[in-house]
T-cell receptor, first 112, second 108 residues
Framework: KAGVTQTPRYLIKTRGQQVTLSCSPISGHRSVSWYQQTPGQGLQFLFEYFSETQRNKGNFPGRFSGRQFSNSRSEMNVSTLELGDSALYLC???????????FGPGTRLTVL | GIQVEQSPPDLILQEGANSTLRCNFSDSVNNLQWFHQNPWGQLINLFY???GTKQNGRLSATTVATERYSLLYISSSQTTDSGVYFCAVCSNDYKLSFGAGTTVTVRA
């Protein structure tokens, strides 16, 4: 069974631009979560989707948004990029959201 | 939110040594997971262990939910065990709260 895939793997953007990251979960998994990892703040929860519904959202500004499609694939968008948005963005999938989480390889975003 | 504390923050081991990593959490949880982050950044799930004891090869984990802690044991460590180990807990909100991690370095 294929694992969680994330695209792109690396991104370089400049301040003020926007970016869209994509996550394809393991087949059969309906829950997709997003996390931001930085050296200073560690791993922080962004949001979780199940069957196209956002069930929880972390403490991030409204510039961070996401959505889930009917095939469970998910995208997250960051608008008006800031230098502090430079991070590793990780996506995880699971069957229910309350069971074992499987992470993708991540997208490393650099904002210049 | 739930606070998760991991200790020690850093661990240096000689190949073949055994070690114990600890995770304390501040409130009751529905699940607890241990992850290993490899040098490329990917988080690999080691255990889903809300309570009890599990073993997988040279790794084992024990969670005592009533006392709000979990332990990860690494036996006969190998250089490939190097990396950062994270403990993460979840309550009823589909959100994993991570500890700061334990960085393990295994020297040959």
């Amino acid at each position: 069974k294929a694992g969680v895939t994330q695209t792109p793997r690396y991104l370089i953007k400049t301040r003020g631009q926007q970016v869209t990251l994509s996550c394809s979960p393991i087949s059969g998994h309906r829950s997709v979560s997003w996390y931001q990892q930085t050296p200073g703040q560690g791993l922080q929860f962004l949001f979780e989707y199940f069957s196209e519904t956002q069930r929880n959202k972390g403490n991030f500004p409204g510039r961070f948004s996401g959505r889930q499609f009917s095939n469970s694939r998910s995208e997250m968008n960051v608008s008006t990029l800031e230098l502090g948005d430079s991070a590793l963005y990780l996506c995880a999938s699971s069957r229910t959201g309350a069971d074992t989480q499987y992470f993708g390889p991540g997208t490393r975003l650099t904002v210049l | 939110g739930i606070q998760v504390e991991q200790s020690p923050p850093d661990l240096i081991l000689q190949e073949g040594a055994n070690s114990t990593l600890r995770c304390n959490f501040s409130d009751s949880v529905n699940n607890l997971q241990w992850f290993h982050q490899n040098p490329w950044g990917q988080l690999i799930n080691l255990f889903y262990i809300p309570s009890g004891t599990k073993q997988n090869g040279r790794l084992s984990a024990t969670t005592v939910a009533t006392e709000r802690y979990s332990l990860l044991y690494i036996s006969s460590s190998q250089t490939t065990d190097s990396g950062v180990y994270f403990c993460a807990v979840c309550s009823n909100d589909y959100k994993l709260s991570f500890g700061a991690g334990t960085t393990v370095t295994v020297r040959a």
